[in-house]
T-cell receptor, first 115, second 110 residues
Framework: KAGVTQTPRYLIKTRGQQVTLSCSPI?????VSWYQQTPGQGLQFLFE???????NKGNFPGRFSGRQFSNSRSEMNVSTLELGDSALYLC??????????????FGPGTRLTVL | GQNIDQPTEMTATEGAIVQINCTYQ??????LFWYQQHAGEAPTFLSY????GLEEKGRFSSFLSRSKGYSYLLLKELQMKDSASYLC???????????FGTGTKLQVIP
């Protein structure tokens, strides 16, 4: 079974631009979560989508948004990029059909650099 | 919300045992994860504790005390490849949001 895939793997943008990142979950997984990872803050939760609906949201400004498609693929968008948005963006998927299913599988991440 | 604390860095010797602690304060608790993350790679799942006690998986064990808001990850027979960051994360009840600690960077030395 293929793992979680993220595209692109690396991205360089300038301040003020916008960016869209993509995540394809493991086949059969319906929940997709997004995280931002920086050296100072660690892994911070952005949002989680399940069946095309946002279930949870972290404490990020409205410039960060996401969506999920009917095939469970998800995208996140960051508008009006700031230098502080430079980070590794990780996507994680899980099955989420039973109460015992809790393991998240992470993708390799997208390294975003804002100049 | 959640507040999670773990040491920033630890160093241990190859072949030894190391214990990485994690304390948390939570408004609602479902369970606690441990993940391993090598530099430049994605986190990989190690364990998920829901009930109090120790769970063992090979060289790795994880302990949870819900009443104390405390967990630890125990690594035995350390190998050089165990050098990595170890992330403690708590899952909420209800909507099951996951909050991560900032991670403990473990360096294994010969």
């Amino acid at each position: 079974k293929a793992g979680v895939t993220q595209t692109p793997r690396y991205l360089i943008k300038t301040r003020g631009q916008q960016v869209t990142l993509s995540c394809s979950p493991i086949s059969g997984h319906r929940s997709v979560s997004w995280y931002q990872q920086t050296p100072g803050q660690g892994l911070q939760f952005l949002f989680e989508y399940f069946s095309e609906t946002q279930r949870n949201k972290g404490n990020f400004p409205g410039r960060f948004s996401g969506r999920q498609f009917s095939n469970s693929r998800s995208e996140m968008n960051v508008s009006t990029l700031e230098l502080g948005d430079s980070a590794l963006y990780l996507c994680a998927s899980r099955f989420l059909e039973t109460s015992g299913d809790n393991e998240q599988f992470f993708g390799p991440g997208t390294r975003l650099t804002v100049l | 919300g959640q507040n999670i604390d773990q040491p920033t860095e630890m160093t241990a010797t190859e072949g030894a045992i190391v214990q990485i602690n994690c304390t948390y304060q939570t408004s609602g608790f479902n369970g606690l994860f441990w993940y391993q993350q090598h530099a430049g790679e994605a986190p990989t799942f190690l364990s998920y504790n829901v009930l109090d006690g120790l769970e063992e998986k090979g060289r790795f064990s994880s302990f949870l005390s819900r009443s104390k808001g405390y967990s630890y990850l125990l690594l035995k027979e350390l190998q050089m490849k165990d050098s990595a960051s170890y992330l403690c994360a708590v899952r909420d009840r209800g909507y099951q949001k996951v909050t991560f600690g900032t991670g403990t960077k473990l360096q294994v030395i010969p």
